[in-house]
C-alpha cells in the first residue's frame, strides 16, 4: 500500500499548490477494429468467428499552458460474441476492457496511468512479427504458448523519458493484487529505438513470486529482444524471448526456464495486396511443453478501410488452424 499512499500524496499536494486550471475537454474520437469470417480448427467443426471486436472512445482534455491530458477507454467484444459455443443462451460471458488508460505528455517526458492497457512491452518488443489474424496470441482468445510476455496488462504506471537520437527508455511498476503484501506484484524496463528503417527494442518484465501461482518459488524474470527492418512494403522481423523460473508445476521446485523465438516476413503492395510469412517455436526445458507452428496469410485490400484475408497456423503440438474473413477499421 506503500505506492498508492505515496501517489495520493503527491496527488493532493498537488492540487494545493496548483493554481486553478482552464481546462477544455475536445470531442473524443470514436474508433474500431473489426474482424470476423470463418474459422476450421483441425478436430472440430468449421464455425462462424468473431476474431477481433474491438471498440474505443479516446480524446484529450487540453489544459493552459500547453498541458494535455490524453484517454482511451476501449473493449473487446470478441469473447461474448463467440460465447454461444459454450452455453446456452450464448452472449453471456464477459465484455474485456482492453484498454483504460490515460498519458500525460511534457518536455519532461510521458506519465501513463493504465488500470487496464496494451502491454507496452507486447507491442515495442514483439510487434516486428505480428502481422496475423488469428494466429497472433491474444490473451483471452488464441494463446499458443510460445511467447510468455502477455498482450495486455494491468494497474501500471509507467514513465517514458523524452526521446533522444530516435531513442527513449521505458519503466513501468505493475500493480495487480492487492492482497499478496507486494506494493509491486510486477516491475518492466524498455529500451526502444524507431529509426527511418531499422526498430529495435530491448526489455525485462520481473513477476514477485507472490503473484505467481503457489507452487513456483521463485520471482520470474522474462526478458525479450525485437527488431524489425522496413523498405517499401516488405518488412522483416525477428524476436528472441528468454524466460528464467518460469512456474511450471511438473519441474521439482516449481520452476523451469525456456526460450522462444519468432520471426516473420511481411509484403503489401501498392495494390493492396499483401503476403506474410513466419515461424515461432518454444525450446522448454521439459520437451512435453514445446511447441513451433509455422504461420502464412494471404490478404486483399478492397477499400480503404477493409480487407480480406485468408490464414493457416500449422502447430506441431496444438491443432492446426485454417481461417478466412474480412477486416474493417474505422
Not at 110 to 138: C, K
Not at 295 to 309: F, G, N, P, Y
Request: overall charge negative; cysteine-free.
Amino acid at each position: 500500500m506503500k505506492l498508492y499512499r505515496t501517489i495520493l500524496v503527491a496527488a493532493v499536494s498537488a492540487a494545493v499548490v496548483t493554481p486553478a486550471l482552464a481546462v477544455e475537454l475536445e470531442k473524443p474520437e470514436v474508433y474500431g477494429y473489426l474482424s470476423a469470417g470463418a474459422l476450421k480448427i483441425e478436430g472440430a467443426d468449421a464455425e462462424a468467428e468473431a476474431f477481433e471486436l474491438e471498440v474505443g472512445l479516446r480524446g484529450k482534455a487540453v489544459i493552459d499552458k500547453g498541458l494535455n491530458l490524453h484517454y482511451a477507454v476501449e473493449v473487446d467484444l470478441a469473447a461474448a460474441a463467440n460465447d454461444a459455443d459454450n452455453r446456452n443462451p450464448g452472449g453471456e460471458a464477459d465484455v474485456h476492457v482492453k484498454e483504460a488508460k490515460f498519458w500525460w505528455p511534457t518536455r519532461y517526458g510521458m506519465f501513463v496511468v493504465a488500470p487496464r492497457g496494451t502491454s507496452g512491452q507486447w507491442v515495442d518488443l514483439y510487434g516486428a512479427i505480428n502481422h496475423y489474424e488469428y494466429n497472433e496470441p491474444h490473451a483471452d482468445l488464441h494463446p499458443d504458448g510460445i511467447f510468455a510476455q502477455p498482450d495486455r496488462t494491468s494497474g501500471t504506471f509507467a514513465y517514458h523519458t523524452p526521446w533522444f537520437m530516435k531513442t527513449k527508455l521505458v519503466v513501468a511498476a505493475i500493480t495487480l493484487n492487492d492482497s499478496n503484501d507486494q506494493s509491486v506484484d510486477g516491475r518492466a524496463i524498455r529500451l526502444v529505438h524507431k529509426g527511418e528503417h531499422l526498430n529495435l527494442a530491448i526489455g525485462t518484465t520481473l513477476l514477485m513470486q507472490e503473484q505467481l501461482p503457489p507452487f513456483a518459488t521463485d520471482d520470474y524474470q522474462i526478458s525479450a529482444a525485437g527488431a524489425s527492418y522496413s523498405l517499401g512494403g516488405l518488412t522483416f522481423g525477428a524476436v528472441w524471448e528468454n524466460n528464467r523460473n518460469s512456474p511450471y508445476p511438473l519441474a521439482p521446485d516449481g520452476n523451469a526456464d525456456f526460450d522462444s523465438y519468432g520471426v516473420s516476413a511481411n509484403y503489401v503492395a501498392d495494390s493492396g495486396a499483401g503476403v506474410a510469412i513466419g515461424y515461432k517455436e518454444k525450446n522448454h526445458d521439459y520437451e512435453a511443453a514445446d511447441e513451433s507452428v509455422y504461420t502464412l496469410k494471404v490478404e486483399q485490400r478492397v477499400a480503404s478501410h477493409i480487407k480480406v484475408w485468408a490464414e493457416t497456423g500449422q502447430y506441431d503440438t496444438l491443432p492446426s488452424n485454417y481461417a478466412v474473413g474480412f477486416s474493417l477499421t474505422f
